[in-house]
């Protein structure tokens, strides 16, 4: 590639190319929907609905973090996963790449679109919280929960776009399946995790979502494992590393 | 390089995977022409065109688009694109698909002039999804022209396309020639290559076999075809001096032959109820065909 060009064109296109990008998820139901729907529908179900009450944790704060993680990643493991696999399929990467779309656009538009996303979903949760779960948290601590999953959706995004170079459109739905619920399940983003087996616990550290969980339930009080700085820069170095493999796949002549 | 060059492979050797997809392939396409890339599947045509895009780099010789390297923004704000098999967001409005394409150049087209001229005007909020395969094949074309392009690719533009459809598009291409516009077009019909190119480039595995102006390629065929409706049998015909071959269909008889004029004579009075005569240059289908046989 050449030098990254970022001039007045690229920017204003920019935009446009993330609210496009937005339209077009939010217009395909079958990403919208279980998307949009299913974290706040499992929480109100599991952490409203059947919590017990009196329960030593406070479930309905908990799961309100955990459930904002299996929301967030949605956005980036689908929009770009299986957005990035189809569009190679049919030929829309090679045609974005023709024309002289400006080389942040693409990876730029889906980001944001991902992060609006992410933004979304945090705020449907914080209101079944709040609103049916009885959730009171401070103003900050709001805040932070709220920017830990806008940018708590990158390394997903990164991970999306991984298995979207690989992938073709027909196989990329299953394999992004095959990540997203078992790591889901393996993070304690359902239920907390010293419910599982020992060996599912120590294992936990290896999945991104979980340092995610982390890093949510820290940010509204509630108990957590491992240190503030471990979470963050085992994410950084994620987001980077796996987004790097995937840039430089995509690069790769076809 | 001259100033009038717009695109350019200089000595391009590329391999795809264990094919030499291309060797040693020379060609510059001049502003204001177009230039019809012919050959069969697999010839090489959309690796040319892939290397003048910039989406795949040569193993040894240079690329150029307007004298840049063809990755280089600048170069590429010049052109417009329509590859042949582009899945554009099935969600997305028309209007909203010319408007990102739009974004992406200094000076677009307005939206109406992009819809006027690929004939769309009526489908602008309808979803790319609905839309019938031949409309899908002109929106594909409008978004090639949202950045008033010096330089149009044209990647088997026409297929899906009713009749209709095909002379208003080549009409909309002429215009935009007329104004300046290069064009580098692949296609399988080749009368859509007489109807629009003056140069012709033909490939065949990986080389450049000819080119030339469209009368010049024709021209490597010296063979005329004479077509009437005569009584003769083709075996008389075929006994004749200087006939190349003869075949009937119908009331038709079609004789191919390098000189036409003896061959005229003698059909005029071996059968006095002759009708219906025409003579013409073989075209570029027959062109094609001797090319392809003399370099075999």
Known sequence: MNALVFDAISRSSLVLEARLEFLRLLRTPSFAIPALLFP??????????????????????????TYCVFGVMAPGL??????????????????????????????????????????????????????????????????????????????????????????????????????YLPMALLSGLWFPLK?????????????????????????????????????????AIFTLLVGHWAARRLQREP | MTAETVAQLCAVNKRRGAVLALAGVDLAITRGEVYALLGANGAGKTTAISLLLGLLRPDSGEVRLFGLPPQDLTARRRIGVMLQSAGLPDTLSVGELIAQVRSYYPQPR????????????????????SLSGGQQRRVQFALALCGRPDLLFLDEPTVGMDT????????????????GCAVVLTTHYLEEAEALAQRVGVLAQGRLLAEGSLDAIRARVGRRQIRCISTLTAEQVQ??????????????????????????????????????????????????????????
């Open chain 1, 40 to 65: 706040v529908m499992f929480y109100l179900l599991f952490g409203v609905l059947l919590a017990k009450p009196g329960a030593s944790l406070q479930v309905a704060h908990y799961l309100m973090a």
């Open chain 1, 78 to 179: 689908f929009g770009f996963g299986v957005t990035v696999a189809s569009e190679r399929d049919k030929g829309l990467l090679a045609l974005r790449r023709a024309l002289p779309m400006p080389p942040l656009n693409y990876v730029g538009g889906k980001l944001a679109m991902a992060m609006l996303f992410a933004a979304i979903i945090f705020v449907m949760l914080a209101l079944a919280g709040a609103l049916l779960g009885g959730v009171r948290l401070p103003v900050l601590q709001w805040l932070l929960l709220a920017l830990v999953m806008v940018f708590g959706v990158l390394p997903f995004c990164a991970l999306g776009l991984l298995v979207g170079s690989f992938a073709n459109g027909q196989a990329a739905p299953a394999i992004v399946n095959v990540i």
């Open chain 1, 195 to 235: 419910l599982l087996p020992a060996a599912f616990q120590a294992l936990a550290p290896v999945w991104p979502a979980w340092h995610l969980a982390q890093l949510g339930l820290m940010s509204i009080g509630q108990p957590t494992s491992g240190a503030l700085f471990g979470h963050i820069a085992y994410l």
């Open chain 2, 110 to 129: 307005s939206q109406a002039d992009v819809a006027a001229l690929a004939g769309i005007e009526t489908l602008l909020n309808v979803r790319y999804a």
């Open chain 2, 164 to 179: 209709e459809s095909r002379q208003q598009f080549w009409k909309t291409i002429r215009e935009l020639v007329a104004h």
């Open chain 2, 239 to 296: 006994a004749w001096p200087l006939v190349h071959s003869v075949q009937r269909e119908g009331d038709w008889l079609r004789i191919v032959t390098p000189q036409p004029e003896p061959i005229l004579r003698e059909l005029l009075a071996a059968d006095t109820q002759l009708r219906e005569v025409e003579v013409q240059r073989a075209g570029l289908a027959e062109a094609l065909q001797t090319i392809a046989r003399e370099a075999a």
